[in-house]
């Protein structure tokens, strides 16, 4: 069955850090790859996505991911955290036919000045 | 820039009465979505919706779940009877297309409490 898994349910960094989320997903082809950022309160923000190509996607306020097909990983990544980045982050994939999205159980992540 | 809305943001309802969640989808987007998030739990996928008729719906869109576009701009959820079970965040999106590159915009959810 199809199914994403973000091993990291609460992570906290240092301002200024640097930061991996972790997302693995099993699927048997290379699905569609989101990374969403729900901040208290909001709805969800699409922060990048990957469909084909260069494997490392830029997204919006400042942050990356690498897809590796051999890890089945689609890891989030930034520099460096600022506070505001304190959200809750989801890893979804939508199958090559398109239609719903499958989502991680979310990794929470909280900045500590 | 355009914006899914949801209304409201916070319901309260006993067991067994009948809900209605409203969305207000982007406007020329073509599908639509509703999704739940159970406190703790991760998003979960119930229904999306195309040219008036349902795509495709989870196993957890029973026959206690319908969705409607009742006109051009509304996308309503109704559970007939609610259930504790059913008490959670529900998500509205909307796309373009139902291609995986299209991206889902979701709206700021209604947070639904069963007593």
């Known amino acids: 069955a199809q199914s994403v898994t973000q091993p990291d349910i609460h992570i906290t960094v240092s301002e200024g850090a640097s930061l991996e989320l972790r997302c693995n997903y099993s699927?048997?082809?290379?699905?569609?790859l989101f990374w969403y950022v729900q901040s208290p309160g909001q709805g969800l923000q699409l922060l990048l996505k990957?469909?084909?190509?260069?494997?490392l996607v830029q997204g919006i306020k400042g942050f990356e991911a690498e897809f590796k097909r051999s890890q089945s990983s689609f890891n989030l990544r930034k520099p460096s955290v600022h506070w505001s980045d304190a959200a809750e982050y989801f890893c979804a994939v939508v199958p090559n036919q398109g239609g719903k999205l499958i989502f991680g159980q979310g990794t929470e992540l909280s900045v500590k000045p | 820039e355009p914006e899914v809305t949801q209304t409201p943001s916070h319901q309260v309802t006993q067991m067994g009465q009948e809900v209605i969640l409203r969305c207000v989808p982007i406007?020329?987007?073509?599908?639509f979505y509703w999704y739940r998030q159970i406190l703790g739990q991760k998003v979960e996928f119930l229904v999306s919706f195309y040219n008036n008729e349902i795509s495709e719906k989870s196993e957890i869109f029973d026959d206690q779940f319908s969705v409607e576009r009742p006109d051009g701009s509304n996308f309503t959820l109704k559970i007939r009877s609610t259930k504790l079970e059913d008490s959670a965040m529900y998500f509205c999106?909307?796309?373009?297309?139902?291609?995986?590159?299209?991206?889902?915009?979701f709206g700021p959810g209604t947070r639904l409490t069963v007593l």
């Open positions: 990957y469909f084909s190509g260069d494997t």
């Open positions: 406007s020329n987007h073509l599908y």
């Open positions: 999106a909307s796309s373009m297309s139902l291609a995986g590159a299209s991206e889902q915009f």
């Open positions: 699927y048997g082809a290379t699905p569609y």
